[in-house]
């Protein structure tokens, strides 16, 4: 294992090991905690009391955070006709039909978020080998699957956020920069929590939020009480 540097040391110092703290202090603590030079992205990470071997435990979905996550999204709108006009004029980064497909299939995959209209779905769903390991391939869940496409758009935008949860349960989740005021990454904190609260399937058994952590890119993780 890599020897950890003497900034990590120390502030990995300023966490009380095995303290699990109030979001509010948390956060406070992962400001204080951000060792690196650049504005470092504010990861949380929800480990659930979930089967996911069930279909109706593997949570899956969308949320606008209030504040954003500080960084905008390169979004691809794949529509054909007025729609690709709407994608256009909405702020779309790239908008294409079946050309872009195509390029895709050769290996282009500059974009970090895909929107669809329901009518190209069926031949983005041979591309799923390639889409779906990399979280690329749009889902009427998160949003992304829409006749709206401005709507769409502008909340990508906006800083909306996808989650789900992997084979263990785990849901992780972006709620912003480490420059952000503690109050807004408290509010985008509190949002995906509400979320995850709401979204208990009735079929879990057991304790649901076993345990939440926050930290910061290449920072120590701080564990946060379960209960608000």
Known sequence: MAKKGKKYVEAKA???KGKAYSIEEAIELVKKTSTVKFDATVDVAFKLGLDTRHADQQLRGAIVLPNGTG???????????????EAK???????GGNEVLEEIKKGWLDFEVMIATPDMMAELGKLG????PKGLMPNPKT??????????VNEVKAGK???????????????????????????????????L?????????????????????MGPSIKVATAI
């Open 161 to 195: 956020v996808t989650y789900r949860t992997d084979k263990q349960g785990n849901v992780h989740v972006t709620i912003g920069k480490a420059s952000f005021d503690a109050e807004k990454l408290v509010q985008n904190y509190m949002a995906i929590y509400d979320v």
């Open 197 to 217: 609260v709401k979204a208990k399937p009735a079929s879990a058994k057991g304790v649901y939020m076993k345990n939440i952590a926050v930290s910061s890119t």
């Open 71 to 85: 960084k905008s999204k390169k979004v691809l709108v794949v529509a054909q006709g007025a729609k690709a006009e």
């Open 129 to 132: 080998r390639i889409l779906g």
């Open 143 to 152: 949003g992304t699957v829409t006749m709206d496409v401005t709507k769409a």
């Open 89 to 95: 004029a909405a702020g779309a980064d790239v908008v």
């Open 14 to 16: 300023l966490i009380e």
